[in-house]
T-cell receptor, first 110, second 116 residues
């Protein structure tokens, strides 16, 4: 089967840096994606890693290591508006389906 | 923003009644998906479609059926709703036809279903 594990909750203060980890068990996938979802809203796409390494998009960066079955989302210069849930997801070779992790709720405090 | 709308946005129904949720897109994308979201479970794939009349099951397909008679519409049907199907349902479409390149989906605003 396939599973993606994330911490359930992370807290930080404004201006800080936070890392949200994603460990997975899957037989093979095209890439690792990250999504943000505010309460009551729809998930929105943040980033995608097809290859190992770091991808940077403004204050957000995402990392993938296939050999370690591990990835993370790094959020810098945290702002209050970053308080949301964050999901990792993989697109499986075998099933052609996009499977999501259980999500991490980030709370940013002043 | 991708042109994707869901209807109804909110519905309350009784156990045993049929329910159909509609997802409509204006992007002409090939892939469409239905997910449900429940506390502690994240987003779980119910069914997806890779073309007109081409559909396949996801992780939690029991009790659900889908149909795609046109590129723009993907319908999710609960033949006989149960309380365990109370959830928020999201439709999604892929950003590009060859979705394997980016893994990016655009989501609708969700349909909140309550089964009493």
């Amino acid at each position: 089967g396939q599973s993606l594990e994330q911490p359930s909750e992370v807290t930080a203060v404004e201006g800080a840096i936070v890392q949200i980890n994603c460990t997975y068990q899957t037989s093979g996938f095209y890439g690792l994606s990250w999504y943000q979802q505010h309460d009551g809203g729809a998930p929105t796409f943040l980033s995608y890693n097809a290859l190992d390494g770091l991808e940077e998009t403004g204050r957000f960066s995402s990392f993938l290591s296939r050999s370690d079955s591990y990835g993370y989302l790094l959020l810098q210069e945290l702002q209050m508006k970053d308080s949301a849930s964050y999901f990792c997801a993989v697109l499986s070779y075998n099933t052609d389906k996009l499977i999501f992790g259980t999500g991490t709720r980030l709370q940013v405090f002043p | 923003d991708a042109g994707i709308t869901q209807s109804p946005r909110h519905k309350v129904t009784e156990t045993g009644t049929p329910v159909t949720l509609r997802c409509h897109q204006t992007e002409n994308h090939r892939y469409m998906y239905w997910y449900r979201q429940d506390p502690g479970h994240g987003l779980r794939l119910i069914h997806y479609s890779y073309g007109v009349k081409d559909t396949d099951k996801g992780e939690v397909s029991d009790g659900y059926s889908v149909s795609r008679s046109k590129t723009e519409d993907f319908l999710l049907t609960l033949e006989s709703a149960t309380s365990s199907q109370t959830s928020v349902y999201f439709c999604a479409i892929s950003a590009i036809d060859d979705k394997k390149n980016t893994g990016e989906l655009f989501f609708g605003e969700g349909s909140r279903l309550t089964v009493l």
